[in-house]
């Protein structure tokens, strides 16, 4: 079975203050980790993923996102944030083993607030 | 065409009717998703096929829901006989091949209001 779980649904920063996004997962085999962002009315679109190579991921737009087996996370951050970060973020987990394999499941999302 | 195109786009059902949910995935692509986005939540697994096999319909919520990829490209979500409780985001997404790791890429979603 596998899990996500995304600390806080609501994030408020300001423009140009760091952006930590929390996830943590469940997963009993080794996990594929995805953070997605959807801007209103429309579907999802990868910022990043791991996939057991490097631990430190780095997407589009300025993120990153660091995977901490010890610690079952995968938090987004972006150091300076912009108006245009305002959005719902998503993460999501995938296994990878037999039919199961193409099977995400997805965290609540958290929605990103960029105050002026 | 360039992403995955579902339609329609919106769709207000009366409760008991029919509905016909489209994909078009990206050309070539082996993996096909369906999910269920409800409001404020993230979205939920549906059904996944590998070319015209359904290999996953875990995430179907009722023997309502159908679907079907008969020639391996595009597929349809049928919900028969809807509910008010059906209303929600319908997403698909597809993918290059199996792996695990492939990314998979969004459709725009087709928003079902159940009246």
């Known amino acids: 079975a596998q899990s996500v779980t995304q600390l806080g649904s609501h994030v408020s920063v300001s423009e140009g203050a760091l952006v930590l996004l929390r996830c943590n997962y469940s997963s009993s085999v080794p996990p594929y980790l995805f953070w997605y962002v959807q801007y209103p009315n429309q579907g999802l679109q990868l910022l990043l993923k791991y996939t057991s190579a490097a631990t430190l991921v780095k997407g589009i737009n300025g993120f990153e996102a660091e995977f901490k087996k010890s610690e079952t996370s995968f938090h987004l951050t972006k150091p300076s944030a912009h108006m245009s970060d305002a959005a719902e973020y998503f993460c999501a987990v995938r296994n990878g083993e037999g039919t199961n394999a193409g099977k995400s499941t997805f965290g609540d999302g958290t929605t990103l607030t960029v105050k002026p | 065409g360039a992403g995955v195109s579902q339609s329609p786009r919106y769709k207000v059902a009366k409760r008991g009717q029919d509905v016909a949910l489209r994909c078009d995935p990206i050309s070539g692509h082996v993996s096909l998703f369906w999910y269920q986005q409800a409001l404020g939540q993230g979205p939920e697994f549906l059904t996944y096929f590998q070319n015209e096999a359904q290999l996953d319909k875990s995430g179907l919520p009722s023997d309502r829901f159908f679907a079907e990829r008969p020639e391996g490209s595009v597929s349809t979500l049928k919900i028969q006989r809807t509910q008010q409780e059906d209303s929600a985001v319908y997403l698909c997404?597809?993918?290059?091949?199996?792996?695990?790791?492939?990314?998979?890429?969004f459709g725009e979603g087709s928003w079902l209001t159940v009246v």
């Open positions: 997404a597809s993918s290059p091949y199996k792996g695990e790791g492939n990314t998979i890429y």
